[in-house]
Each structure stands twice: as structure tokens, then as C-alpha cells.
């Protein structure tokens, strides 16, 4: 996962992002040492909260929020299992930052999904039981 | 000992009118947001008002807007100037009509900002609304109050993360829900949610809506 945020900080203008779960819990960040994770969860916590927000409001799903600052942009990436959150400059070239994040998205829900599919199986062990057996070939009797 | 209160509680009006009924010689110093204004009343009447660099009754019609504040009544206190010579009754009188002139007047501007941004041609509907949700004015199809809490939702929560990460003030933010984006602008008292096509440009327009409401605060 931090390969792929990497992917996004190497853009021009990036500060750093960070990855939160549903719940607002900071699952990965490549963000300056100077942002502590305490803050993190905070700003994950309000974002997920907005865009679950939003959701319900406009009954759709929020593809993304772009918040403009004096001297910064505050990009929000929804994902299936949480969002994604990129700090830049405010003149940060938005296209190429948009295709790189895209990108970076696509590869984030895969892996979000299978973190929340092994997490499901750890808490419910009979799923991987279940699984398991339909993973087995079928007996047959000859 | 003096009289120490909330205008939420006791209304600016309502105080000149009992010390001035009560011929009561008392200076009555009002704070609100870090604004101060002062009224003096004598003999039974307002005699001198301040309130920033207005004095007199300009300085009453401000202060009878004020939309909260603490107030803060000394007896026994003579005026420093005398800049009103009317009665008191006139003067609350001529005040409250002003300040309904003023709101309807800014209503009207409100009215006609949101009808003017609405015929550019990337802009599908324009709301504004207020803090508290309420809408102010609209030129949208379907429900703007729907459109309206969105902007004040996105407003406050790029508010919370703008103080979070010290990024100062929000200039615009925009969500992109597929087909429909929402641009929101934050001014002082009310938020300005435009919705966009998709070939609008999020930046040019937020640019022009800025130069927009320049003075509309």
C-alpha cells in the first residue's frame, strides 16, 4: 500500500496521503513526520463522516471532494472500503494528479476489499470454512 | 452595581426602552464578535450612541442589528456628547425600518446573485444559503434545501480540516458525485453552492463568483 501512495507523492506539488478505513482509522500514510497520526484519524474520521454524508443527502455515491485553501488543495479520493486523502500545493496539475490518483484508487479497493474479506474470515472463521470446502473439488462417486 | 446581560435574553430595544421610560441616566456598552458599541441615555431619552466609527442614530440602526452580543448597563452615568436629539420612541422607530430596508435589500441582492449566476452557461442551478441552513436564495430545479445543507455539510467539514492541517481559509471546494458536481463557496455569513455540467471549469467559476460577491457580504 505505501508503494502505491508513493506512486501519488512522486506528482509535482504533492505534500503526502494518507489512507483511512471506513471507520476513519489511518491504514497507511505517507505524509511528513510532522502531521501526527492523531490529526490524521481526526481529518479520516471527518472525511468519511462527509462523504457517507453526502451520500445519504444526494443519494449517490461521492466519487470525490476537492477543497481549495489559500495555499493549499485537499484532495479526497472515495474508496470502496475507506478514502484516500492527498495534501498539495494549490496549483498542483490537477489532470495528471487526477489520472495518477484514479489509478492509485483502483488498486487501493482491491487491496482494501481482500484486507476486509480476510478480516471478515478472521471474525468469522466459518466463512473460510465455507470457502475452503467450495474451493474443493467435488467427490464424485464412480 | 451594574447590570450585566445576553441581548439574546434581553434585546437592545427592549433595554432602551426601560431605562428611558425609567428616566434612567445610564451608559449601556455592548460587545458582539469583537465589535463594541455604546448608547448613553438621559432625562428619558438616547443622546449618544458609537458603534465602531458610526456615532449617533447610524450608530443605533448597527446596533439594533446585531444578531447577538452581551450587554453591559452603569448607572448614574452622564454622556460623554450629545449626537441624538430625538425622541426615543422616533428613534427605535426610524431604526427598525431601516434595518428591515437593509435585510430586504440584501434579500434582493441575494435573489438576483443567484439568478444572474445561473444563466452562466456551465451552471445548472445556484443556492445560497445560510450557516444554519437556511436557504437564502435559489434559482434551482428540485429541492434547494437538499442543495443547500450539502453546501453547509461540505462547508464546515473543509472548515474542520482546514483547521486540523493549518491550511487557512477556504477558498472553494467541489464534489464530484458522477454526473453532477457541487461547487461551494464559504463567505462570511452564507455558503454559494453552484451546481456544474461536467465541461464546467471549477476554478474559473469560483474566480468569477468571487468577483461576484465582492461587497454582497
Known amino acids: ?35 501526527d497520526q492523531d490529526t490524521l484519524a481526526d481529518i479520516g474520521r471527518t472525511l468519511t463522516r462527509t462523504i457517507d454524508g ?67 474470515h478472521r471474525r468469522h472463521p466459518w466463512r473460510q470454512r465455507l470457502a475452503a470446502r467450495r474451493s474443493m473439488p467435488s467427490l464424485k462417486i464412480y | 452595581m451594574p447590570l450585566v446581560g445576553s441581548l439574546k435574553e434581553l434585546s437592545l430595544a427592549a433595554l432602551i426602552q426601560l431605562n428611558c421610560q425609567e428616566m434612567n441616566d ?35 440602526v448597527d446596533l439594533l442589528g446585531w444578531q447577538g452580543g452581551n450587554f453591559r448597563v452603569q448607572n448614574h452615568t452622564a454622556p460623554t456628547e450629545v449626537t441624538i436629539t430625538q425622541g426615543w420612541d422616533s428613534l427605535l422607530m426610524e431604526a427598525m425600518q431601516r434595518i428591515d430596508e437593509s435585510g430586504a435589500a440584501q434579500e434582493d441582492q441575494l435573489t438576483r446573485l443567484a439568478r444572474d449566476l445561473d444563466e452562466i452557461p456551465t451552471v445548472q442551478g445556484v443556492v445560497i444559503v445560510a450557516r444554519d441552513g437556511t436557504v ?37 471546494g467541489v464534489v464530484n458525485l458522477g454526473k453532477i458536481r457541487l461547487l461551494v463557496l464559504e463567505r462570511t ?29
Open chain 1, 1 to 35: 500500500m505505501h508503494t502505491i501512495l508513493n506512486n501519488v507523492n512522486a506528482i509535482y506539488g504533492v505534500t503526502g496521503c494518507f489512507v483511512c478505513d471506513r471507520e476513519g482509522n489511518v491504514v497507511s500514510s505517507a505524509l511528513p513526520d510532522l502531521f
Open chain 1, 54 to 120: 453526502l451520500s445519504t443527502l444526494r443519494r449517490g455515491k461521492v466519487v470525490d471532494i476537492d477543497l481549495v485553501y489559500q495555499n493549499s488543495r485537499f484532495v479526497t479520493m472515495n474508496l470502496s472500503g475507506g478514502c484516500l486523502c492527498i495534501l498539495c500545493v494549490r496549483n498542483v496539475n490537477l489532470p495528471l494528479l487526477t489520472l495518477t490518483a484514479n489509478m492509485a484508487v483502483k488498486k487501493l479497493n482491491s487491496l482494501l476489499t481482500s484486507t476486509g474479506a480476510n478480516e471478515k
Open chain 2, 26 to 60: 445610564v451608559k449601556i456598552s455592548l460587545e458582539y464578535l469583537g465589535k463594541e458599541g455604546v448608547i448613553y441615555c438621559s432625562r428619558g431619552n438616547v443622546v449618544h450612541a458609537v458603534s465602531g466609527s458610526l456615532s449617533g442614530a447610524p450608530a443605533v
Open chain 2, 136 to 172: 437564502l436564495a435559489e434559482s434551482v430545479e428540485g429541492n434547494a434545501e437538499k442543495e443547500g445543507a450539502v453546501a453547509v455539510f461540505l462547508g464546515n467539514s473543509a472548515a474542520q480540516v482546514g483547521e486540523a492541517l493549518s491550511l487557512g481559509a477556504l477558498d472553494w
Open chain 2, 189 to 217: 455569513n452564507f455558503f454559494v453552492a453552484l451546481l456544474l455540467t461536467e465541461k464546467a471549469s471549477p476554478a474559473l467559476l469560483a474566480a468569477r463568483v468571487s468577483d461576484a460577491l465582492a461587497g454582497v457580504d
